[in-house]
């Protein structure tokens, strides 16, 4: 189970808040978001819809947390052309391979936590009370639904 300050970091880093961060904050949204755009449209939609530097980004923070074959299966994909019918079994295949690895990303975002927290940046007061606004009010909508 993820602790309030991993979910504050991981948090940060799905929100524009990750942004002149430090490295580790840097790459896990890096992350997040070429796997927010595969979920929502599939690896060719995040290969057409990142940018090149984007798509660095993600290769080299799937590499920082270790998920080496996870930057590799990127990598593929940024070879294809994500415009050809052709290439949509062989798209099918690497986002398959991807699935399969997506569910090591916050096991490996807490192992570079605990190995790196310098890679991270520290939690600011804001951001603690932002969490503890966001349990309080999942807290009375859990209590409405009971």
Do not use: K
């Not at 790459?27 to 660095?56: K, M, P, S």
């Not at 991270?120 to 909508?141: C, G, K, Q, V, Y």
């Amino acid at each position: 189970m993820i602790n309030d300050s991993e979910r504050v970091i991981w948090n940060r880093a799905c929100s524009s808040r990750a942004v002149a961060r430090r490295s580790g904050d840097l790459a896990l949204a890096a992350v997040i978001r070429f796997v927010g755009l595969t979920a929502n449209g599939g690896l060719a939609h995040a290969c057409e819809g990142l940018t090149a530097e984007e798509l660095d980004a993600a290769e080299n923070g799937y590499r920082y947390l270790g998920l080496d074959e996870a930057a590799d299966l990127v990598a593929a994909a940024r070879r294809l052309d994500w415009d050809s019918a052709e290439n949509e079994p062989r798209f099918s295949r690497l986002e398959g391979r991807l699935d399969r690895l997506d569910g090591l990303t916050e096991q490996q975002f807490r192992t570079r936590l605990r190995e790196r927290p310098d890679d991270f940046a520290p939690i600011t007061d804001e951001e603690h009370e932002d969490e503890r606004h966001e349990n309080e009010s999942l807290s009375r909508l859990l209590n409405r639904l009971d």
